[in-house]
């Protein structure tokens, strides 16, 4: 129990000792001191239900809905034994879960392809393997949102991934909107034009759940007080390989844009290579989709022995091109988070 549970638990008690008065004898008074004693049992219960989850407060049950390539919990690689992080992954649905019992108005930092410009340059920049400006967290400017720090002088302190989740609590200027961090921690102020404002009664009901340690996907949807578990498939994530192809980044982002076919460039050219179906964006080019299909061939592949062997992709998540239409046909935009874990 922390420091302030214990000291306003003791108030209540002071309180309902001092409304009840000390004379048991009477039976007036011995109504009114149950009856506070009540109201006190009542507010410590409601105080009790408002506190912070954390990752062992979130109920997983399976309720497998898509069926094909199902992995266990633990199952086999080559000579190691890989699983499904549950614990990483109720953490952040935590997260998630305090961010919509706080109320409040959501928003996602948007910034794909720099459609809302490119963000100013930070003081402390470095360059990454891909010559890329690049904050000290590892965050990219190309496809960002400046976030600037506001005690006394505002400073562009890093960048925001596109994609981001965050939550509106106030505009200090004409331009600038100030927000607090669920995808990342602090508050920062952010140009407008970087931030897609959403409804307060949003509700992250559906989590698209991926593990690149262990190159593995799962989905999960929340019905009543649990999380069900509808699929656990294998999985391919972006590499490091510069120049053209990156990591798939860690973090809680937002189901952005869908595509039932999202085409693809031949690394360094403007010329389409081919596809890959059923495509679900959460962050820059990032993308969950099926199997990638290369010219000259035209129909979807429904499996690749590569899924859920080592990172190989440009950023975007393989996965069975059937898994990939359940996640296109289940996922709501704007109400699906992607959670991203190592």
Request: charged residues 25%; contains cysteine; glycine residues 8%.
């Amino acid at each position: 129990m922390s420091k302030f549970t214990w000291t306003f638990s003791s108030f209540l008690i002071a309180l309902a000792l001092f409304t009840a008065g000390c004379s048991p004898g009477d039976s007036n008074e011995s109504d009114e001191s149950h009856e506070t004693a009540a109201k006190v049992d009542s507010l410590l219960v409601e105080q009790e239900d408002k506190k912070e989850l954390t990752g062992e407060d979130i109920q997983l049950e399976k309720k497998i809905r898509y069926e094909q390539y199902h992995l266990d919990d633990e199952y086999p690689y080559q000579d190691t034994i890989r699983r499904f992080q549950w614990e990483k992954i109720q953490e952040h649905i935590a997260v998630m879960e305090n961010a919509m019992a706080a109320g409040g108005s959501w928003a996602v930092l948007s910034n794909y392809r720099n459609m809302n410009g490119e963000a100013p340059t930070v003081g402390d920049f470095v360059r990454n393997d891909y010559g890329r400006v690049s904050d000290q967290q590892g965050v990219e400017r190309y496809q960002s949102a400046p976030l600037y720090t506001f005690n006394g002088d505002t400073v562009l302190t890093r960048y925001g991934r596109d994609g981001w989740i965050a939550k509106i609590i106030g505009s200090d200027t004409t331009d600038m909107v100030r927000v607090a961090g669920v995808s990342f921690e602090g508050e920062y102020l952010v140009p407008k034009r970087y931030v897609i404002p959403w409804r307060d009664s949003v509700h992250f009901n559906k989590v698209v759940a991926v593990d690149v340690t262990n190159q593995n996907i799962a989905t999960l949807e929340k019905s009543g007080d649990e999380w069900h578990i509808l699929s656990m498939n294998p999985a391919t994530t972006g590499v490091h390989g510069p120049p053209y192809a990156h990591e798939t980044p860690i973090g809680i982002f937002a189901v952005q844009e869908q595509k039932e076919k999202m085409y693809y460039l031949r690394d360094g050219t403007s010329e389409i290579a081919g596809f890959a179906p059923y495509a679900s964006r959460f962050t820059n080019g990032g993308y969950v989709h099926g199997v990638p299909t290369q010219y000259p061939r035209k129909g979807i592949i429904e499996y690749s022995p590569t899924l859920g062997t080592i990172p190989r992709s440009h950023m975007c998540v393989r996965n069975a091109s059937s898994h990939s239409k359940f996640v296109y046909d289940w996922a709501v935009i704007k109400e699906t988070a992607v959670i991203v874990i190592d």
